[in-house]
């Protein structure tokens, strides 16, 4: 077994999946607004620590992707965020795009930016502690979209970041997010994403990625939000089993699935019926950002020292979401 497979598998292993904590300080100054708290350093911080320092980590949560602002922080008793992170037994890893900027003679589409330095900015993460990265390519599902230059460009930079993270013996998250926005069916969903997954893995191919030492964070298969369409989660399961199948490398050894704006039962419940419906070899789990965070913070914003009581929420869905990585999950559980 390869260095990067073992870490993939450390990470995603026995139900274990990922707490996405990488917000931009843009984002979450958004996230922190929209409750009411002042967006500092130091609010970001204590959120996140109170999340980091939850009991279920060590059972649940394999890896905690990081911001470069947060990964640089340390806690009041001197201790690097990556260390604390390693005291529960989980992997850091780091976002390392610069974001999604407008992309050239498709202007309604985005080409994620950040190659550039990238190479030495991944020797600096790796000496603070990081052993995963990520990179999110984002496409919109429209009639023409996405366009085949928006599925090209984003693939072969995908490819490229992976390269560079793998020469630094890291694990590159390769995350194509089609986003919910929309009327789409989930059988346009279903279309559009598999060209998208098929022609990243054309481009990691291509630049000689080991294939099992990655893992692919893709969007579930769905109806967009404004559509109309009524589909039960076993259809999507199905669907989102399929669409793998057919496109993901069978060597790739785990996926774990972005939330996308999915209310947090929701989303828990969809990767619970994926896992029952799992007839592939790839561990299928989870690597959340919203329907992991979502309850805790609306609870810590309303008493940011309630250590306790946001611990309580997140270690919840924590174990909710483990289970459902297992297809272990029934809805009432959540009540328990
Ligand atoms: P959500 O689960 O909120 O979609 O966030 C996951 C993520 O990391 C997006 O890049």
């Not at 001197?78 to 900027?101: E, F, R």
């Not at 890291?170 to 995350?175: D, H, L, W």
């Amino acid at each position: 077994m390869s260095e990067l497979n073992s870490i993939a598998l450390k990470i995603l292993s026995g139900g274990k999946g990922i707490l996405a904590a990488d917000e931009s300080t843009a984002t979450m100054t958004k996230r922190l607004d929209s409750v009411g708290v002042s967006s500092t350093p130091d609010n970001r911080l204590l959120f996140r620590k109170t999340l980091f320092t939850s009991n279920q980590m060590e059972d649940c949560i394999g890896g905690v992707i990081l911001y470069d602002e947060t990964i640089k922080q340390k806690t009041l008793d001197n201790i690097t965020i990556p260390d604390l992170i390693k005291s529960a037994n989980s992997v850091p890893g780091i976002k390392v795009d610069t974001g999604a900027k407008v992309l050239a003679n498709s202007t309604e589409e985005k080409i994620t930016e950040g190659l550039d330095g990238l190479r030495e900015r991944l020797k600096e993460y790796y000496k603070l502690g990081a052993r995963f990265t990520k990179w999110r390519g984002v496409y919109s599902i429209s009639k023409n979209f996405p366009s085949k230059l928006a599925i090209e460009t984003n693939a072969h930079a995908l490819a490229r970041y992976s390269a560079l993270v793998q020469e630094c013996n890291m694990v590159p998250i390769v995350e194509p997010e089609v986003l919910m926005d929309g009327d789409h069916s989930a059988q346009v969903c279903f279309k559009k994403t598999s060209e998208v997954i098929n022609k990243c893995f054309d481009e990691l191919i291509l630049h000689k990625i080991d294939l099992t030492g990655v893992i692919l964070k893709p969007n579930m298969i769905l109806p967009a939000t404004n559509s109309n369409e009524k589909i039960s989660s076993n259809e999507i399961a199905k669907l989102t089993i399929k669409c793998l199948k057919d496109s993901v490398p069978s060597e790739v050894p785990g996926i774990a699935f972005l939330s996308g704006g999915q209310a947090e039962i929701e989303a828990t419940e969809n990767l619970n019926s994926i896992n029952k419906e799992n007839n592939t070899n790839f561990i299928l789990s989870y690597s959340f950002g919203r329907a992991l965070q979502q309850g805790a913070l609306k609870h810590w914003s309303k008493n940011i020292n309630d250590v306790v009581g946001t611990q309580k929420i997140f270690n919840h869905r924590a174990k909710m979401n483990t289970l459902a990585a297992q297809g272990k999950w029934s809805k009432e559980l959540e009540n328990k």
